[in-house]
């Protein structure tokens, strides 16, 4: 029987379940990834478990996102992620060395396999034929530990690819088409998986793209064929013996499908604030632009960076506009460098950073007061850059680079008639520096694991109670982020290992008292609306509304991994049944769930609410593993007591 390569490489790592979308599975994990915002928790936690090494076949820690170290905490967090990997058995990425998903596809990533990544962006490894998933650190504690990761069986929407990409359109246009197709929730509880004739067309690092916005979409991950071009990338790493090629079989089927002739589309920008409001360059062209960034984990490779340097050789940026570049890894930076491009940027007026997602994720660049910025960056949700009602557009490095010299949001191809388009051949032999990775081995594991003033203890949380008495603390719109829930930034994410001190910012770009307001609560709930949860996978944005007194949220419809994290904490992930109830619910509601427990242990589907003396039907649909997890408080209570039985 002819199967779809997603369906080829699920079947070869499944462990538990049946391959029938919406059914929960549970899979083999080859590879797991950290990186120091979520994986100092996934360290912690599994510390907890209490193992003596990690059991995945290949488990990595990056240090990417928290490079500013205006005080001890990242640096002592680093020294602690250090130490760890050593004494359990991980690769370690040291600081500056990369971005974690375009290190591991440069030095490890490999057809065929599955990886676990506390990131939400993993799935760019579909770059090199990988089935790789973001999700929470607890998630990836456990496949570090060698156990199945578990989710519903994702359907599969094949996208074939025709034809090429006109010059000055590139891989970010042909994501950001598929976001102008089907927004930012289109494919929840998909994996997408391109084929056909055009895929041969795009590089190793144009699919790294593609797959690692595919996220943005809700998507599960994204696969693409191991053919030729994959070859040419491992080669070029020098790892050629990686290769193995995987293919659709002919005539397979897919759940659902789409087309995209590459040779129709144009430019298009993601406006503010939202990577799902697209609309074509040519529609925006001319709005001034304060500021313009170039890399971070989906648009950093050598290929971006030098179609951005030959597009400004020789000339110079806008004098009232700021210009960086932030190279997705060392080794990008030093071919460039090799390549003869770095002095064009720099006498561009580009400021060059060091290696690492900075910006992305709030960490330096913010942007001024009610100035635009333009990024290749993958997500502009509101305040995520560290300014409060910022301007973000993404874009593509050929648009960005086009805007720069303007000072205006500028089609590229409106350089036709000045400049060659481009075309930028990645290197036959990349230069290959690992000096910057610690490979673990037997002697490292004697290493002692040095923790700072910061890092505390995982918290303990208590099982839930048969009856539940609780206060609705917050009701927020559609689309709320994990950003939302739990800011990113400078100020916030060097409290990553501190769930007491980063709990203070919980809900803080949405509402600033929502903290105070609910230390005077016993339990409380939330309310959102549709898309509850969308971006990162931190699990903090659940772990620290745990740690202050959440013990449910009620929406319309939730994200995937932070369901999944909900869970995870033991926070009740409940839907309304009738989504006009959402509309009748308020901010100090008094909420009961009678006979909680005895409910979720008999499998019931409906849970009804008091809300305020009324009652309303909500939906807890969630597999029994996860039935489990809550009525323990959390996975780790009862994935501990598991073990010690």
């Not at 090494?53 to 205006?70: G, M």
């Not at 720099?346 to 913010?366: P, T, V």
């Not at 009748?584 to 809300?611: C, H, N, W, Y």
Request: some cysteine; overall charge negative.
């Amino acid at each position: 029987m002819s199967s779809n390569l997603t369906r080829k490489i699920l079947a070869h790592h499944l462990v538990e379940g049946e391959l029938t979308p919406g059914c929960e599975i549970g899979i083999r994990i080859d590879h797991t990834l950290l990186q120091d915002a979520t994986g100092t928790m996934a360290m912690l936690e599994f510390e907890a478990l209490g193992l003596d090494r990690v059991k995945a076949d290949l488990a990595a820690q990056y240090v990417d996102h928290n490079l500013l170290q205006t005080d001890f905490k990242n640096a002592d967090d680093h020294r602690y992620l250090r130490t760890a990997c050593a004494h359990y058995g991980l690769h370690y990425s040291e600081p500056g060395n990369g971005i974690s998903h375009i290190v591991h596809m440069e030095r490890f990533g490999r057809p065929g396999l599955t990886m676990l990544g506390a990131d939400s962006h993993t799935p760019g490894a579909a770059s090199v034929s990988m089935l790789a998933i973001g999700a929470g650190g607890m998630d990836v504690a456990l496949a570090m530990a060698g156990r199945p990761y578990y989710l519903p069986c994702p359907s599969v929407l094949g996208v074939k690819l025709t034809k090429q990409l006109p010059k000055w359109v590139s891989a970010k246009d042909i994501i950001l088409e598929m976001l102008r197709r089907y927004d930012v929730k289109g494919c929840v509880g998909k994996i997408i998986e391109y084929f056909g004739p055009g895929v041969v067309s795009l590089s190793a690092t144009d699919r790294m793209t593609i797959g690692n916005m595919g996220t943005e979409l809700g998507a599960t991950s994204t696969v693409f064929p191991s053919d030729t071009r994959t070859l040419q990338w491992l080669t070029s790493q020098h790892r050629e013996e990686d290769w193995i090629e995987m293919h659709a079989d002919p005539g397979c089927s897919y759940d659902e499908y789409d087309e995209i002739d590459l040779s129709t589309l144009v430019p298009l920008v993601a406006c503010p604030t939202s990577p799902g409001n697209i609309k074509r360059v040519e529609e925006v062209a001319g709005t001034k632009v304060d500021q313009v960034i170039v890399g971070s984990s989906v648009n950093g490779s050598y290929r971006d960076l030098m179609v951005v340097a030959k597009t400004v050789e020789g000339k110079h940026a806008a004098h009232d506009l700021s210009f960086h570049i932030n190279p997705g890894s060392r080794q990008v930076l030093e071919n460039v460098a090799q390549s003869g491009s770095v002095m064009p940027l720099l006498l561009s007026g580009a400021r060059i950073h060091q290696s690492g997602c900075l910006g992305c994720i709030g960490m330096g660049q913010a942007p001024g007061t009610g100035q635009v910025s333009l990024r290749t960056f993958p997500r502009n949700f509101p305040g995520r850059s560290g300014t409060k009602d910022d301007q973000v557009y993404l874009c593509s490095p050929e648009t960005a680079a086009a805007s720069a010299l303007t000072g205006v949001i500028t089609d590229p191809r409106d350089l036709d008639g000045e400049m060659d388009y481009p075309q930028i051949i990645d290197p036959e032999q990349y230069l290959v520096d690992t000096s910057s990775l610690v490979m673990p081995n037997e002697e490292n594991m004697k290493t002692e694991i040095l923790r700072g003033p910061n890092i505390k203890t995982f918290p303990e949380f208590d099982a839930l109670p048969e009856t539940l008495e609780a206060v609705v603390a917050i009701k927020v719109a559609d689309n709320i982020s994990t950003d939302g829930i739990m800011p990113a930034g400078s100020e916030v994410l060097p409290l990553r290992s501190n769930i007491e001190a980063i709990s203070e910012y919980v809900f803080h770009l949405v509402d600033e008292e929502f903290v105070k307001r609910v230390k005077q609560l016993v339990n409380a709930v939330v309310i959102g609306g549709d898309n509850y949860g969308q971006g990162s996978s931190r699990e903090h944005a659940a772990l620290a509304p745990r740690y202050l007194g959440v013990r449910a949220k009620i929406t319309k419809s939730f994200a995937r991994i932070h369901k999944a994290n909900l869970c995870n904490f033991g926070i009740l992930p409940l839907v309304f049944k009738d989504q006009g109830d959402y509309d009748r619910v308020k901010q100090d509601d008094k909420v009961v769930f009678t006979d909680i427990r005895k409910l979720i242990e008999s499998g019931a589907t409906e849970i009804p609410v008091l809300m305020s003396g009324k009652e309303i039907i909500t939906l807890l649909e969630v597999s029994d593993r996860q039935r489990h997890h809550l009525l323990a408080g959390g996975t780790l209570n009862y994935v501990r007591k598991e073990l010690k039985s």
